[in-house]
C-alpha cells in the first residue's frame, strides 16, 4: 500500500504494531474556553502547589507547575459555585452516562428509513469527472448504482484530487491508495453482477485518525502515537466496509481530539485561500479538522469525525459542511480513541443533509462491544409532511449574534444571514414559535479535563506529553497535568448535577420535535445530555481577507431522535441552495 503523509516523508502502513502506546477509545470541541472556570484571585501559592504534587506523588517540570497554577486557583470557584448547586440526596451520578429520563420509552419500530433516491434514473456524466467532486452522496450513489461512472474511476479521481489539495489543507495523515483501489474493483464486480449494497456502496470516504483501521497507521495526530498501528478495525469502519464504501483516507485531526493543530501543523479550512501568501489564511477548527476539510474541499464522498464539545459542529461551520453530532450512545464507539467516555460521540460530515442520514444509517445500533449504545431504531422520513411538526426557535440566541473572533463588525452582516434564513424556514413550510432556555448552572466542562486526563494519564506521567505541538495553558498538556488536582468528590457531584441537568433539559424538549438555534447555542449543555444537532451552511459573510466565509445553522433534536432535525433541515436545505456553493480556489 502507498501512503501519503501531508508534507512529511512516506511511511509503510504496515508496520508492526506498537508494543508501549497506552490504549486510550473520540473528539472534543473546538473551542478553547477555560472549561467554565472564572477569574479568580491566587489563593493557591506554587509552593502550596508543588506540596499537593508531592502528595500525590507528581514530578513535573518548574515551568509546568508554573503554568498550572492560574488553572488551579480559577478552578476553586467553579468548585465553590458547584457546592451551592442544590442537589437532592437520592440524585445519582451519572458514572454509566446513559441519556434522557429513567421512564424514557424506546422509539418503536420497525424501522422507517427512505431516501429521495431515484429507484430508477441516471444522471448525466460531466466530461471532466472532477466535476462531480462536490456531488453528494444522493447524486454519486445514482452514478455508481446506473454504472454511469466505476467506482474505480471516481477513487482514482478523488485520489488525486487528496494528492493535489492536501499538502496545503494538511488534511491527510494516510492516504490508503492501495486499500481504496481493491475496495473500488470488489464494489465494481458486486454492482455489475446486481449486488447492490445501498447508497454507500463504491463511495469513496476519509475517517478521523482516531478510528483504528487494521493495518493501517492510526495516530490520533499526537506525536507520541505516530507509529500506532492497530490489529482490528473500528465497529464504524468495519460497518462502512459492509455497506460497500471505500476507505481511502485517514484524516488529520486535532492532536487527542482538540482544535486544528496536529504534529503536522494546523489543518486549514479551504475558504481562506489568501494568493499573495500563497497559503491559508485560516484553520478548519476541530478536532475533526481533517474530516470537514477534506469534505469542504470535495477530497473525499463523505468523512466521520468525532464530538466531545463542539468537535463535528465547530469545523463544520468554518469549512461549511453539513455536520450530523447524533444522540450519545447512537453509535459504537468501539476501536475508536476515548478522550470522554460519558461525552464522546461519533457522526458525519458531508456534502449534504440526506447523506448524513444515510452515513448514519449504516453505522448505529449496538455492536457487543460498546455497552452504552441504544437499540432504538432510526427513523429518517425525507417526505414526512412539516405540517405536523413542532419546531421551535431560539430566537434570543439569534438576537444576540456577534460578529466573530477578528472581525465584530461582522456581526449586523451575520443576523442578516439568519434573518434571512429563518425566513426561508418559514416559505418552506416549517412553522416555529419562539423558545426561551434558561442554562442555569453548566460548569460541569471539567468532567471532560477530568476524564480526558485518565485517558491520557500515562503519557502525562512520563513526559510524553510535552512532544505535543499545543503546549499553551489552555492546550491538553496543561490541562491534563491541571486536572489531576480536580478533587474526587466534585466530580462525582458534578455528574449528579449533570442527572439534574438531563431531567431539566429532557422536559424542555419534551414539546418539540426540532428547536432552530444559532451556532455555539447550548453547546456545553447539550454535549452532557447527549442530544442530537444538524448543521448546514445557509450563507456567507466577507472575512477580513475579502473571502467568503461560510454560516451555518443548528438544529437540536431529542434523545434518539435524529430523524426529526434532519428533516427540518431538510427542508431547509431544499429550498435554497447554499448546499451546492463549495470553495472556488484551492489555491493549487
Same mark, same amino acid.
Given at each position: 500500500? =502507498? $501512503?501519503? #503523509?501531508?508534507?512529511? &516523508? /512516506?511511511?509503510?502502513?504496515?508496520?508492526?504494531?506498537?508494543?508501549? %502506546?497506552?490504549?486510550? *477509545?473520540?473528539?472534543?470541541?473546538?473551542?478553547?474556553?477555560?472549561?467554565?472556570?472564572?477569574?479568580?484571585?491566587?489563593?493557591?501559592?506554587?509552593?502550596?502547589?508543588?506540596?499537593?504534587?508531592?502528595?500525590?506523588?507528581?514530578?513535573?517540570?518548574?515551568?509546568?507547575?508554573?503554568?498550572?497554577?492560574?488553572?488551579?486557583?480559577?478552578?476553586?470557584?467553579?468548585?465553590?459555585?458547584?457546592?451551592?448547586?442544590?442537589?437532592?440526596?437520592?440524585?445519582?451520578?451519572?458514572?454509566?452516562?446513559?441519556?434522557?429520563?429513567?421512564?424514557?420509552?424506546?422509539?418503536?419500530?420497525?424501522?422507517?428509513?427512505?431516501?429521495?433516491?431515484? =429507484? $430508477?434514473? #441516471?444522471?448525466?456524466? &460531466? /466530461?471532466?469527472?472532477?466535476?462531480?467532486?462536490?456531488?453528494?452522496? %444522493?447524486?454519486?450513489? *445514482?452514478?455508481?448504482?446506473?454504472?454511469?461512472?466505476?467506482?474505480?474511476?471516481?477513487?482514482?479521481?478523488?485520489?488525486?484530487?487528496?494528492?493535489?489539495?492536501?499538502?496545503?489543507?494538511?488534511?491527510?495523515?494516510?492516504?490508503?491508495?492501495?486499500?481504496?483501489?481493491?475496495?473500488?474493483?470488489?464494489?465494481?464486480?458486486?454492482?455489475?453482477?446486481?449486488?447492490?449494497?445501498?447508497?454507500?456502496?463504491?463511495?469513496?470516504?476519509?475517517?478521523?485518525?482516531?478510528?483504528?483501521?487494521?493495518?493501517?497507521?492510526?495516530?490520533?495526530?499526537?506525536?507520541?502515537?505516530?507509529?500506532?498501528?492497530?490489529?482490528?478495525?473500528?465497529?464504524? $469502519?468495519?460497518?462502512?466496509?459492509?455497506?460497500?464504501?471505500?476507505?481511502?483516507?485517514?484524516?488529520?485531526?486535532?492532536?487527542?481530539?482538540?482544535?486544528?493543530?496536529?504534529?503536522?501543523?494546523?489543518?486549514?479550512?479551504?475558504?481562506?485561500?489568501?494568493?499573495?501568501?500563497?497559503?491559508?489564511?485560516?484553520?478548519?477548527?476541530?478536532?475533526?479538522?481533517?474530516?470537514?476539510?477534506?469534505?469542504?474541499?470535495?477530497?473525499?464522498?463523505?468523512?466521520?469525525?468525532?464530538?466531545?464539545?463542539?468537535?463535528?459542529?465547530?469545523?463544520?461551520?468554518?469549512?461549511?459542511?453539513?455536520?450530523?453530532?447524533?444522540?450519545?450512545?447512537?453509535?459504537?464507539?468501539?476501536?475508536?480513541?476515548?478522550?470522554?467516555?460519558?461525552?464522546?460521540?461519533?457522526?458525519?460530515?458531508?456534502?449534504?443533509?440526506?447523506?448524513?442520514?444515510?452515513?448514519?444509517?449504516?453505522?448505529?445500533?449496538?455492536?457487543?462491544?460498546?455497552?452504552?449504545?441504544?437499540?432504538?431504531?432510526?427513523?429518517?422520513?425525507?417526505?414526512?409532511?412539516?405540517?405536523?411538526?413542532?419546531?421551535?426557535?431560539?430566537?434570543?440566541?439569534?438576537?444576540?449574534?456577534?460578529?466573530?473572533?477578528?472581525?465584530?463588525?461582522?456581526?449586523?452582516?451575520?443576523?442578516?444571514?439568519?434573518?434571512?434564513?429563518?425566513?426561508?424556514?418559514?416559505?418552506?413550510?416549517?412553522?416555529?414559535?419562539?423558545?426561551?432556555?434558561?442554562?442555569?448552572?453548566?460548569?460541569?466542562?471539567?468532567?471532560?479535563?477530568?476524564?480526558?486526563?485518565?485517558?491520557?494519564?500515562?503519557?502525562?506521567?512520563?513526559?510524553?506529553?510535552?512532544?505535543?505541538?499545543?503546549?499553551?495553558?489552555?492546550?491538553?498538556?496543561?490541562?491534563?497535568?491541571?486536572?489531576?488536582?480536580?478533587?474526587?468528590?466534585?466530580?462525582?457531584?458534578?455528574?449528579?448535577?449533570?442527572?439534574?441537568?438531563?431531567?431539566?433539559?429532557?422536559?424542555?424538549?419534551?414539546?418539540?420535535?426540532?428547536?432552530?438555534?444559532?451556532?455555539?447555542?447550548?453547546?456545553?449543555?447539550?454535549?452532557?445530555?447527549?442530544?442530537?444537532?444538524?448543521?448546514?451552511?445557509?450563507?456567507?459573510?466577507?472575512?477580513?481577507?475579502?473571502?467568503?466565509?461560510?454560516?451555518?445553522?443548528?438544529?437540536?433534536?431529542?434523545?434518539?431522535?435524529?430523524?426529526?432535525?434532519?428533516?427540518?433541515?431538510?427542508?431547509?436545505?431544499?429550498?435554497?441552495?447554499?448546499?451546492?456553493?463549495?470553495?472556488?480556489?484551492?489555491?493549487?
Amino acid at each position: 500500500m =502507498t $501512503v501519503l #503523509a501531508a508534507a512529511r &516523508p /512516506a511511511v509503510s502502513q504496515t508496520q508492526p504494531p506498537a508494543t508501549t %502506546t497506552p490504549q486510550p *477509545l473520540a473528539g472534543r470541541g473546538g473551542g478553547r474556553g477555560q472549561g467554565g472556570f472564572g477569574q479568580q484571585p491566587m489563593r493557591i501559592t506554587k509552593d502550596q502547589l508543588k506540596g499537593a504534587l508531592v502528595l500525590l506523588g507528581l514530578d513535573f517540570q518548574e515551568a509546568e507547575v508554573d503554568m498550572m497554577l492560574p488553572s488551579v486557583n480559577r478552578a476553586l470557584g467553579n468548585y465553590e459555585a458547584l457546592r451551592k448547586v442544590d442537589i437532592p440526596y437520592d440524585t445519582e451520578p451519572s458514572f454509566a452516562f446513559h441519556p434522557g429520563l429513567p421512564d424514557r420509552k424506546p422509539i418503536k419500530g420497525p424501522q422507517r428509513f427512505s431516501t429521495t433516491i431515484p =429507484t $430508477v434514473a #441516471a444522471l448525466k456524466v &460531466p /466530461a471532466n469527472l472532477e466535476d462531480v467532486a462536490y456531488w453528494p452522496i %444522493t447524486k454519486l450513489a *445514482l452514478l455508481l448504482r446506473s454504472r454511469s461512472v466505476s467506482s474505480m474511476d471516481l477513487t482514482r479521481m478523488y485520489i488525486a484530487r487528496m494528492k493535489k489539495y492536501s499538502p496545503k489543507l494538511l488534511c491527510l495523515i494516510t492516504l490508503t491508495e492501495d486499500l481504496a483501489l481493491e475496495q473500488a474493483a470488489k464494489a465494481d464486480q458486486e454492482i455489475k453482477a446486481g449486488k447492490y449494497r445501498g447508497p454507500l456502496h463504491g463511495i469513496p470516504f476519509g475517517v478521523k485518525d482516531l478510528f483504528d483501521t487494521k493495518g493501517i497507521l492510526t495516530t490520533w495526530g499526537a506525536e507520541p502515537y505516530m507509529k500506532r498501528v492497530p490489529e482490528y478495525d473500528a465497529t464504524c $469502519v468495519e460497518r462502512l466496509r459492509n455497506s460497500g464504501a471505500v476507505l481511502m483516507a485517514k484524516l488529520s485531526m486535532g492532536a487527542l481530539a482538540q482544535g486544528d493543530l496536529w504534529f503536522q501543523g494546523r489543518t486549514k479550512s479551504p475558504w481562506t485561500w489568501n494568493a499573495e501568501k500563497s497559503d491559508y489564511d485560516g484553520g478548519s477548527s476541530g478536532s475533526s479538522a481533517g474530516s470537514a476539510s477534506a469534505t469542504s474541499a470535495g477530497l473525499v464522498g463523505f468523512a466521520l469525525g468525532t464530538e466531545t464539545l463542539g468537535s463535528i459542529v465547530s469545523p463544520s461551520g468554518v469549512c461549511g459542511t453539513a455536520g450530523l453530532r447524533p444522540t450519545y450512545g447512537r453509535i459504537s464507539r468501539h476501536g475508536a480513541m476515548a478522550l470522554s467516555w460519558t461525552m464522546d460521540k461519533i457522526g458525519p460530515i458531508c456534502r449534504g443533509v440526506e447523506d448524513l442520514a444515510i452515513v448514519l444509517n449504516a453505522i448505529y445500533g449496538p455492536d457487543g462491544h460498546d455497552r452504552t449504545v441504544g437499540a432504538d431504531p432510526f427513523h429518517f422520513e425525507p417526505r414526512k409532511p412539516l405540517s405536523g411538526m413542532k419546531v421551535g426557535v431560539y430566537q434570543k440566541g439569534f438576537d444576540a449574534t456577534q460578529g466573530g473572533r477578528g472581525n465584530p463588525q461582522a456581526a449586523e452582516e451575520r443576523k442578516k444571514v439568519y434573518a434571512q434564513a429563518l425566513a426561508d424556514l418559514k416559505k418552506a413550510g416549517v412553522n416555529m414559535t419562539p423558545v426561551d432556555y434558561d442554562e442555569g448552572f453548566t460548569g460541569m466542562r471539567f468532567l471532560l479535563e477530568a476524564e480526558g486526563a485518565a485517558a491520557f494519564d500515562d503519557i502525562t506521567r512520563d513526559g510524553q506529553v510535552r512532544t505535543l505541538k499545543g503546549q499553551a495553558a489552555n492546550d491538553w498538556p496543561n490541562s491534563f497535568r491541571s486536572s489531576r488536582i480536580i478533587p474526587a468528590v466534585e466530580y462525582i457531584r458534578a455528574q449528579r448535577a449533570r442527572t439534574l441537568l438531563v431531567e431539566k433539559f429532557e422536559k424542555f424538549m419534551a414539546d418539540w420535535d426540532a428547536i432552530v438555534i444559532p451556532p455555539g447555542a447550548f453547546l456545553t449543555t447539550t454535549n452532557l445530555t447527549g442530544n442530537p444537532e444538524v448543521v448546514c451552511k445557509c450563507g456567507f459573510v466577507k472575512a477580513q481577507n475579502g473571502n467568503d466565509q461560510p454560516l451555518t445553522i443548528g438544529f437540536l433534536g431529542r434523545i434518539y431522535d435524529e430523524g426529526s432535525p434532519l428533516r427540518v433541515a431538510l427542508a431547509y436545505e431544499q429550498a435554497t441552495e447554499w448546499h451546492t456553493k463549495h470553495p472556488t480556489n484551492l489555491g493549487v
